[in-house]
């Protein structure tokens, strides 16, 4: 089993950014790659963006289109610590967000807890 736990979530304002961290434990020599989702009452829960674990290519990166050009995701795997750099925030980026292991067989196999991101206009 993997456990992931998010940070840096918080309330800011429209065009703010944030950098969520997100550091998984336990057997994390089965991540194969890491993603970024969020979940509204309205829209349920999403795809944000994701990597993969132990590949170095530059499009092993992908991005939801909602939030292409303003996202980064990037890796720390000696740390076990997935990033997402959230720039030019609109209210509608506001989510709890998770982060998710997938071990390569199908989808998503592990999930942390969420963490809020409220975004005011």
């Known amino acids: 089993q993997v456990q992931l736990v998010e940070f840096g979530g918080g309330l800011v304002q429209a065009g703010d950014s944030l950098r969520l961290s997100c550091v998984a434990s336990g057997r994390t020599g089965s991540i194969f790659q890491m993603g970024w989702f969020r979940q509204t009452p309205e829209r349920g829960r999403e795809f944000v963006a994701s990597?993969?674990?132990?590949?170095?290519?530059?499009?092993?990166?992908d991005y939801a289109d909602s939030v292409k050009g303003r996202f980064i995701i990037s890796k720390d795997v000696a740390k076990n610590t997935v990033f997402l750099q959230m720039n030019s925030l609109n209210p509608e980026d506001t989510a709890d967000y998770l982060c998710?292991?997938?071990?390569?067989?199908?989808?998503?196999?592990?999930w942390g807890q969420g963490t809020q991101v409220t975004v005011s206009s």
């Open positions: 990597i993969r674990w132990r590949d170095d290519s530059p499009n092993s990166a």
């Open positions: 998710a292991v997938n071990v390569g067989l199908g989808s998503y196999d592990y």
